[in-house]
């Protein structure tokens, strides 16, 4: 969901207040199974508030009101047929599509596992199955073509294989969250962002003095556009 409202930061992998997010979703997964009720997590249908331009905690607080107060009007809302609720699942799932053009498809071993993940949720009515085949398919391809690369001393190569999707844990940004990271480091107000971020690097200059003579003072910021090298707006 922080991916699909574009919160990402390509650095770090990290996305704001990720810490608190993560904690929330875990309590609400917990309490939900001691209650007995489906798990409480954010799910892709989130996507359909995020595109109508929700991406704060005020939407999910709204839409947590709203169910509370639907709770009462649950046996109306009972009567409302299925079909008529059918197309909003429509343009959930629409949206859900989008993602699929983002598939490395030209590589087996990410096209397979993707497929039978795409596949097997609707024909089992559960996510957790087709999770399940993507991951375990994912690792049996990819494994027994390094198997047979090695023992072949690199002659036996699938067919684009030089394409295949890359990935590492190692993370620019490293494996911890950026508030871990600050944590560790000993500083105090570790809840609070670093003064570098991604593109932009935060100096102090205690005089700095314009074109036009005036002096000023504080932080200076400096973006550095990666478009064209050796060119900054200050």
């Not at 892709?44 to 009101?65: F, H, P, Q, R």
């Not at 299925?82 to 699942?89: E, K, R, S």
């Not at 684009?160 to 969250?177: S, V």
């Not at 690097?201 to 973006?223: P, T």
Request: proline share 5%.
């Amino acid at each position: 969901m922080a991916r699909f409202s574009g919160v990402i930061d390509e650095r770090t992998q990290d996305f704001e207040n990720s810490s608190v997010a993560y904690t929330v979703d875990a309590l609400g997964i917990s309490i939900g199974s001691l209650m007995g009720s489906p798990p409480v997590t954010a799910f892709i249908e989130s996507g359909a508030g995020i595109s109508e331009g929700g991406k704060t905690g005020l939407t999910a607080m709204v839409t947590g009101i709203c169910f509370f107060i639907a709770i009462f009007f649950a046996p109306i809302f009972a009567s409302i047929p299925p079909w008529a609720t059918g197309c909003t699942l429509i343009i959930v799932g629409s949206l859900m599509a989008q993602s699929a053009k983002d598939i490395n498809w030209r590589y087996m071993g990410d096209a397979i596992p993707a497929f039978l993940t795409i596949a097997i949720m609707p024909f089992t009515y559960s996510i957790a199955y087709g999770l399940i085949a993507g991951i375990c398919s994912y690792i049996i391809i990819n494994t027994s073509v390094w198997l047979i690369e090695k023992a072949s001393g690199g002659r036996i190569v699938p067919q684009n294989k030089d394409e295949k999707e890359n990935w590492t844990y190692r993370i620019p940004g490293g494996f911890l969250p950026p508030w871990l990271q600050r944590l560790s480091s000993g500083k105090k107000a570790f809840w609070r962002d670093g003064d570098e971020s991604e593109g932009v690097a935060v100096q102090q200059q205690d005089r700095h003095r314009n074109d036009d003579g005036s002096a000023s003072s504080g932080h200076e910021k400096e973006y550095i556009s990666t478009s064209k090298p050796g060119h900054h707006v200050a």
